[in-house]
């Protein structure tokens, strides 16, 4: 392909990403240990909930380094192996934070602040809602209704 003059930025993220995903199971199991041995106020939900977060999280960083090498922007070879540094670091201090026996302080302060975050937007957006102001639309009485469908059918 480069003989050719085609881009080969993406032949070079693929060849990448063979060797990267491998490798992200190996981290996950890592993150996992220290993630599971913490006890939290979430409890297995909580923990549960971390996880899947995590691994969204990954995802879409993956995702973009993948689309960033493909177009040339970032190094192919390296673009793919920049989310898999990132949960390498998060690794050392989540393991850090469990031979200490410390509090995971940087996601309580997470939380905290996600929580402040949707407390905020859904007082904006209550707000923008129509029927916020006290205009919300009436029940319909089916009693009332009711009656008076059955007094018209009886004979």
Sequence with gaps: MKKKGLPTFAA???????????????LFGLLGAPLGVHSS???????FAASIMVI?????GLIFAQNMGKSGQVEPYSSIWVPNIIIFFVIIYTSYKMQK??????????VDNVSTVHKFISHFYLKLLPGANGNRIKLLNYEAGRQGNENNTKK
Excluded: Q
């Excluded at 990403?17 to 491998?22: E, G, L, R, T, V």
């Excluded at 106020?41 to 923990?47: I, N, V, Y």
């Design 101 to 110: 026996d410390l509090p995971f302080n940087f996601t309580n302060r997470i």
């Design 56 to 60: 969204l999280l990954y995802y879409m």
């Design 12 to 26: 070079k993220v693929e060849l990448s990403k063979k060797f990267a995903i491998p490798f992200t199971c190996l």
């Design 41 to 47: 106020r979430g409890g297995k939900s909580g923990s």
